[in-house]
């Protein structure tokens, strides 16, 4: 007779295989067409929101696994809170200004000073318009839940309206000004950069070391005297006007040779070392304050170079006095203004000397370093050069140097009201605690804000010039283009002339015959994407100010964190977030940066192509992502790895549901104690995953997850629960107690599960029996409760201390398997015997089904035979099960052939197979 006919083997179509690639796009066109993100809305409407504030990406190229990253991490929160009762809107965005844009269209041949300003700006709205549909289609592809068809950009027109009016509210208060300052400057961007533009590499400069003659020493120093500076870029001396002394430090005259040089007295040892000088001798010692208006001749120009005195001039290197060039550095420029000095810069936009410096005109400045060694070796004013490395700034987008350089800009001035930034930064919550220091370090030294760019693909600075020169910048003229720009766009700035810009009639004490003419600089793209408290959460429905989480890479503490912060602190006195969330970056397998040319980046697209978009989403889950992520090929294996353990475990469950209705449900507490432990296992895993969710913490949700799926679960309770599941019979109570156990925990596991990998979570949700009476979308559902268990903590302190026993009994049947004494765990016979601590089992029943064995002997502790295994608070012996092995259940029992109607099964096997299968036709 073929008796596996009747067991309740599991039957299930959902399938062992994720197939991911192929099922997921298909999914997703089906949220489409159901509208799940309006739905996830409408499920929570009057509910509290939640609003995670998404920062804009930049529109140009294929997204990277930083960018899936950070989307993924953005909609497990987002999914998550839309799962505990907030309405969440979230409206994607996009920054689409700036100079990459301008530089991918050089790249496709188009020459922008061919063409008028406004043509070239329709030419960078198109791409970047592609580029943002581009985008939107691979991060859709992650399965990131939004607003998708309405995002942000800044080059919408509304925004752009929101961006002047903040400007105008912040220059209303006196925070906008112009003025001439150094500032950092990119030859290759031909535009002042602010410092959130700047990064920092190690490069090869020139090292000099340079007299200057005296002229007129006032008394304190002679003609036949020279004064020694020390400096890193040659290139600056034709733009030497000064030398700095500070007042505080001593200088001498050092006689070497038939030369007489004025150095600083605590450095004279170590430039005698440096320079080479023989047997130098000190002739006199005098107070730096003495120098004051000195008089020097410049090395190769027939004009003076003063000493002025600085705080900026140290003893850390070079010769305590310091080359000042106003117009290419900002001690310079400070110490030069306090001085009356000319504000002297001999270089263009492109980085190319002027006709200010005679001699080097035309020179890219990098080129005119070896000229200038030349000239000043021509004039015996050199002592010495050489070269070292160091770090320099360097314009993070085209990864070429920059120079301090002098013009004029708009600059916000943050010094104006930095106590108020500096206040709101410690009414934010901060995620990594450390990002308040971080951001009250970036802030609390900071002046200036330069916010103007020489450059076309941006948004116009809103300011008009009368005659007299002077800017125009007033309620009615800020409110005016605010409308214009919201009904035309800003393109029609540099398209109509500045009178039609202007409201009608305006007249201006500036320009009493009614010309004005308008600025051609555009705002820092920080500006734009800065602004977006205003210009998307006070005018989306549905959205407010302060939103409730920012997050993004740590490098936005300096970026988008920093301008938001700053214009908004301007605008409304507080900060624009309630929280602010910072990750770290992505490297590869061996924590190295990535890179293309290493061959050692991991493409997003590529992964979903192999693996499917639940993996990506699964591996952001398992990393620490406040710190820097690893991935590669290896690690992503690693993942997909967990997905299937997570994958089987869930076939397991659905299978063994497949006659499972919610009318066979048992209670909790009518449940066998096994049941109700799994219970309790269940709450303490629900509840570990809602306080990761809660706390940000998905590393958490994920380890709970593995160790739920791999020990509570596969390891333990399904181990076991087979016999009950496949060989009782299929209305008894200890089998609907286990498909209770087995349903409240897939529906429990897939809602935990929703937020990280919805795909798969919605392929499971159709398999469990019943879920079309709560939801279609287990992602419209709410996350899972805790559900009360009766003596939980006695229930949990019994089996904590049965799994003890169940461990050392698997330890002596895999001795007794290696021993060959047994196959199988079931042809096994175990003797117990008790201490004191574990004679509760005497009274525990099935033992035999906790411990997968025949049969079970509890025998007191006080005659161990000497074979059997001893252990801190029991000792095992194992023996062959006495009987016959049941064809049905599998276990070895003396009563298997005393049924004559089938004699190959054991009783409790016979009985039930005569009483549920009576009309089945075995044979």
């Known amino acids: 007779m073929d008796y596996k006919k009747t067991l309740l083997m599991p039957k299930t179509d959902f399938k062992m295989r994720g197939s991911l690639p192929n099922k997921e796009p298909h999914m997703q066109e089906q949220w489409d067409q159901d509208h799940i993100y309006e739905q996830s809305l409408k499920a929570n ?101 939004g607003d998708w068809d309405h995002p942000y950009l800044t080059l919408h027109k509304e925004y752009e309206a929101e961006q002047i009016e903040v400007f105008g509210e912040m220059a209303k208060k006196g925070y906008i000004y112009k003025d001439k300052k150094t500032v950092y400057w990119s030859p290759s961007s031909e535009s002042a950069l602010a410092e959130a533009e700047i990064e920092y590499k190690d490069v090869k400069s020139y090292s000099i070391y340079v007299a200057f003659h005296v002229t007129d020493g006032k008394d304190v120093l002679n003609p036949d005297e020279e004064v020694v500076i020390w400096t890193t870029t040659p290139w ?166 920059v120079i301090w350089r002098a013009t004029k800009q708009w600059f916000a001035s943050i010094k104006a009201f930095r106590d108020d930034i500096l206040n709101a930064i410690h009414e934010v ?149 309630k929280q602010v969330l910072s990750h770290g970056f992505t490297l590869d397998g061996k924590g190295l940066k990535m890179s293309k040319s290493v061959g050692n980046v991991i493409d997003p697209m590529k992964v979903m192509q192999q693996y499917g978009a639940d993996i990506i989403r699964l591996w952001v889950a398992s990393v620490d992502y406040q710190a820097d992520a690893r991935v590669s090929n290896e690690i992503l294996g690693q993942v997909a790895e967990v997905y299937r353990k997570i994958r089987n475990t869930v076939r397991f469950m659905l299978g063994n549901l497949n006659d499972f209705t919610l009318d066979n449900a048992v209670p909790t507490e009518n449940m066998p104690e096994l049941e109700q432990y799994m219970m309790v296992k269940l709450n303490q895993f629900i509840d570990t995953c809602l306080n990761g969710y809660n706390d940000y913490q998905f590393l958490n949700v994920y380890k709970a997850l593995q160790n739920y799926c791999s020990l509570d679960l596969s390891a333990f309770y399904m181990d076991i629960a087979k016999d009950a599941l496949y060989v009782q019979p299929k209305d008894s109570l200890v089998r609907r107690s286990a498909q209770t156990v087995l349903y409240k925990t897939v529906i429990a596991l897939t809602k935990i599960l929703s937020p990280i990998i919805p795909h798969t979570a919605e392929e499971i949700w159709q398999h469990i029996p019943g879920t079309e009476q709560i939801s ?90 000497e074979a059997a295994d001893q252990y801190t608070n029991i000792a095992v012996a194992v023996a062959q099960a006495e009987g016959e092995k049941c064809e049905r259940c599998w276990a070895v029992l003396p009563s298997v052939g005393e049924d004559t109607e089938h004699p190959k099964l054991c009783a409790h096997c016979a009985e039930t197979v005569r009483h549920d299968y009576a009309d089945m036709q075995l044979d």
């Open 236 to 401: 600056t001396m034709p733009a030497n006007l000064a030398i700095a002394v500070n007042s505080k430090f001593d200088y001498s005259v050092v006689q070497v040779g038939d030369r007489k040089f004025v150095v600083a007295a605590d450095l004279v040892e170590s430039l005698t070392k440096t320079l080479g000088w023989e047997d130098p001798q000190v002739l006199r010692t005098f107070n730096g304050k003495s120098l004051e208006h000195v008089v020097c001749r410049h090395p190769f120009y027939n004009r003076p170079s003063v000493v002025i005195l600085g705080d900026h001039v140290t003893l850390d290197a070079g010769t305590g006095c310091v080359h000042t060039a106003p117009g290419f550095g900002a001690d310079d420029f400070y110490v030069g203004k306090k001085y009356g000095l000319d504000i002297l810069c001999p270089v263009d936009d492109r980085g190319c000397m002027t006709d200010e410096a005679p001699g080097f005109e035309g020179l890219f400045y990098e080129k005119a370093n070896e000229p200038v060694i030349k000239k000043l070796e021509e004039e015996h004013a050199l002592l010495k050069a050489g070269t070292f490395t160091h770090s320099y700034p360097h314009d993070w987008r085209t990864k070429k140097p």
């Open 45 to 145: 409407e009057g509910k509290p929101t939640f609003i995670l504030h998404d920062g804009p990406p930049y529109a140009n190229g294929n997204i990277h696994i930083g960018h899936a990253e950070n989307k993924v991490l953005k909609d497990i929160i987002n999914r998550f809170k839309s799962m505990s009762g907030y309405q969440v809107p979230y409206v994607p965005g996009w920054d689409t200004h700036g100079l990459p844009i301008e530089q991918q269209l050089a790249k496709q041949g188009i020459d922008r000073k061919k063409m008028s300003v406004a043509d070239l700006r329709e030419k960078c709205k198109e791409y970047a318009l592609g580029q943002v549909e581009h985008q939107k289609k691979q991060f859709k592809r992650l399965g990131v839940r």
């Open 429 to 577: 919550r901060w995620i990594p605690s450390w990002g308040d220091v971080r951001m009250t370090n970036m802030i609390k030294d900071r002046e200036d804000w330069c916010i103007s760019r020489q450059r076309a693909w941006g948004v116009p600075i809103p300011v008009f010039y009368g005659e007299d020169g002077e800017p125009i910048i007033t309620d009615e003229t800020i409110q005016h283009v605010a409308d214009l720009f919201r009904k035309h766009g800003s393109n029609i700035w540099f398209q109509w002339e500045a009178k039609e810009l202007l409201p009608e009639g305006f007249t201006s004490e500036h320009s009493p015959n009614g010309v004005f003419r308008k600025e051609t600089d555009i705002m820092d793209v920080w500006f734009d994407s800065g602004s977006s408290h205003q210009g998307v959460l006070t005018t989306r429905e549905g959205l407010r100010r302060p939103a409730d989480l920012y997050l993004e890479g740590s490098d936005q503490y300096r970026g988008w964190f920093n301008s938001s912060l700053a214009t908004s602190v301007a605008v409304t006195g507080h900060a624009p977030y």
């Open 776 to 865: 279609t979308y287990v992602q419209l559902t709410d996350m899972p409760e805790l559900e009360q268990v009766s003596d939980s903590e006695q229930i949990e302190k019994k089996w904590a201390a049965l799994i003890t026993v169940r461990d050392d009994v698997l330890k002596s049947l895999e001795k007794a398997r290696d021993a060959k004494l047994i196959g199988k765990s079931l042809e096994a016979s175990v003797t117990l015997y008790v201490t004191a601590e574990t004679a509760f089992l005497k009274n525990t029943q099935d033992l035999d089904k906790l411990l997968i064995v025949s049969q079970v002997t509890v025998a007191e502790g006080n005659d161990v035979p």
